[in-house]
């Protein structure tokens, strides 16, 4: 259920949609730059991820429940605004829950995400 509320944020741009849905010290770790943000602070990146990219999808190839949590592929495709060429990211999620809140989130990007969205 939450692994399909951040899908859908990421989709709509919309940080709201994970209100209530996240513990107060709630975590977002990404391996591009090993740094730990406020869950919070990282789901405001969905707003500029939707300013970058029309008609993006989130499609969640796979996942695999581990402990306390689960593991997911994810592809997101689109069309990068800027330049008109097409987005094609796969990453991958580790997301740490406890009584249905988001503990923590490990989220390895795309090693091209940046390149294709020009950033």
């Known amino acids: 259920m939450l692994l399909q509320r951040i899908a859908h944020m990421l989709e709509s741009?919309?940080?709201?949609?994970?209100?209530g849905s996240a513990a107060p010290?709630?975590?977002v770790w990404h391996n591009d730059d090993g740094v730990e943000v406020p869950?919070?602070?990282a789901f405001e990146g969905a707003r500029s991820l939707k300013a970058l990219v029309d008609h993006l999808r989130v499609e969640i190839v796979?996942?695999?429940p581990i402990e306390g949590g689960v593991v997911a592929q994810l592809e997101l495709t689109g069309t990068v605004k800027q330049s008109g060429a097409p987005l094609r990211a796969r990453n991958c999620m580790f997301l740490y829950e406890r009584s249905?809140?988001?503990q923590r989130v490990?989220?390895?990007l795309d090693p091209t995400?940046?390149?294709q969205l020009g950033v």
Not at 13 to 19: A, L, N, R, T
């Open 13 to 19: 741009g919309d940080p709201s949609v994970m209100e």
């Open 113 to 115: 995400f940046g390149s």
């Open 62 to 64: 796979r996942e695999f």
């Open 100 to 102: 249905g809140e988001v």
């Open 106 to 108: 490990e989220e390895y």
């Open 25 to 27: 010290d709630a975590v």
């Open 39 to 41: 869950a919070s602070t």
